[in-house]
C-alpha cells in the first residue's frame, strides 16, 4: 500500500540546518509530485513547496525561496526538505505529502516530523 | 502569499448540517476549480476529504460535500456526527507562480 515514511524528529540549534527526508513505498516516486507542509504548534497548514521527483524541478512557496531546498534521490525513492538558518518560530511539525491529479490534491501524508529550534 | 479566509470556528448539533466557507480571491478560488479540503483531528495527519472543488476520494462519506459560488468556496457536512468534530483546512491553487495556498483552518465542534 502507498506510504510515505519520514525521518524522525529533530532538534536544532538557531542558525543550523535540518534535512527531513521521506520515503515513498508502494508507487512509482516519478509519477507523482511531493509536496511539503509545515504545522507550528497549534498552528495552521503554511504551503512549503513542491518537487516533481521526475525532473527534480522545484516551485518553493515565496517565503521560503532562497531558505528551502527540495531535492530527491530517485534510487531509493526519497525526496528530501532542507530548511536553513533557522529559527525558533521554525519550530513545527513537517510533512510530506503526494499530490495526485490537478491542483493540491494529496491523497497520502507522511507521518509528519517534528523539528525543534529552541529559542 | 495571503491565505484564504475561514471561519475560526463552526459548531451543530449531531443529525444537523454545517458549512465551512473559504473565501479567496480572484487570482485563486475564482480562477481554477482546484480547490480541496482536509479534515484533521487532534495530533493526526490530515486527510483529504474533497478535491477540485466537489470530488470526493474514495472511502470519504458522502456526508460530505464540496461547492463554489464566485470566490468563495465551500464544504458542507450533512448528517453531522462526533466524530466529525476536528479541523477543517481549505486549500486552493493559485496559479504557476504562487502555485499552492492554504486556508486558516475551521474548528467544528459537534455539540
Known amino acids: 500500500q502507498v506510504q510515505l515514511v519520514q525521518s524522525g524528529a529533530e532538534v536544532k540549534e538557531p542558525g543550523a540546518s535540518v534535512k527531513v527526508s521521506c520515503k515513498v513505498l508502494?508507487?512509482?516516486?516519478?509519477?507523482?509530485?511531493v509536496h511539503w507542509v509545515r504545522q507550528a504548534p497549534g498552528q495552521g497548514l503554511e504551503w512549503m513547496g513542491w518537487?516533481?521527483?521526475?525532473?527534480?524541478?522545484?516551485n518553493y512557496a515565496q517565503k521560503f525561496q532562497g531558505w528551502v531546498t527540495m531535492t530527491r534521490d530517485t534510487s531509493i525513492s526519497t525526496a528530501y526538505m532542507e530548511l536553513s538558518r533557522l529559527r525558533s518560530d521554525d519550530t513545527a511539525v513537517y510533512y510530506c505529502?503526494?499530490?495526485?491529479?490537478?491542483?493540491?490534491?494529496?491523497?497520502?501524508w507522511g507521518q509528519g516530523t517534528l523539528v525543534t529550534v529552541p529559542s | 502569499q495571503s491565505a484564504l479566509t475561514q471561519p475560526a470556528s463552526v459548531s451543530g448539533s449531531p443529525g444537523q448540517s454545517i458549512t465551512i466557507s473559504c473565501s479567496g480571491t480572484?487570482?485563486?478560488?475564482?480562477?481554477?476549480?482546484?480547490v480541496s479540503w482536509y479534515q484533521q483531528h487532534p495530533g493526526k495527519v490530515p486527510k483529504l476529504m474533497i478535491y477540485?472543488?466537489?470530488k470526493r476520494p474514495s472511502g470519504v462519506s458522502n456526508r460530505f460535500s464540496g461547492s463554489k459560488s464566485g470566490n468563495t468556496a465551500s464544504l458542507t457536512i450533512s448528517g453531522l456526527q462526533a466524530e466529525d468534530e476536528a479541523d477543517y483546512y481549505c486549500?486552493?491553487?493559485?496559479?504557476?507562480?504562487?502555485?499552492?495556498?492554504f486556508g486558516g483552518g475551521t474548528k467544528l465542534t459537534v455539540l
Open positions: 477540485e472543488g466537489s
Open positions: 505529502a503526494r499530490q495526485d491529479g490537478s491542483g493540491p490534491s494529496f491523497d497520502y
Open positions: 480572484s487570482s485563486d478560488v475564482a480562477n481554477y476549480n482546484l
Open positions: 508502494g508507487y512509482t516516486f516519478t509519477g507523482y509530485y
Open positions: 486549500c486552493s491553487y493559485a496559479g504557476s507562480s504562487t502555485s499552492v495556498v
Open positions: 518537487m516533481n521527483p521526475n525532473s527534480g524541478g522545484t
